[in-house]
């Protein structure tokens, strides 16, 4: 019994310190805002941002099949203080909105409507622009 109990343990500890996300379940979610949304993996390491909290991202952003916006492999992700978007032609209200309840770790493809795109894009008629999110950081502040 006590072998058991020793290799469950384990499997217990194990199980709580793995942060690998897990796949997405392809459900497309809309919100009361219009904005629509898809985890392709769910982040398990850390918590969830909150306003205040540091974030860091890296996107592809599109408006259909035109790229307007990449974060290259390699190069440091955008961050900013979620709440504030300093980068408005980048992270809009829709952006925002789409990563409540992310993880690190997690991938996420939203689609965000006219009214919560970035000031200034103008959209064709009924063409989302369109955001795939890798969270990559959620600090609770600068140290």
Known sequence: F???AAVEGREIIKGLSDVTPLQG???TITTASGLQYRDVLVGKAGSAPLPGYIIGLRAVVKIGDQIIYETAAGEKPVAFKYGQRPFQNVICEGVEEGIKGMKVGGKRVLEVPANL??????????????????????LSGYF
């Open 2 to 4: 006590a072998a058991l």
């Open 25 to 27: 379940d392809g459900e």
């Open 117 to 138: 795109a970035p000031p200034g894009v103008e959209l064709p008629p009924g063409v989302p622009i369109t955001y795939e999110i890798e969270l990559s950081e959620v």
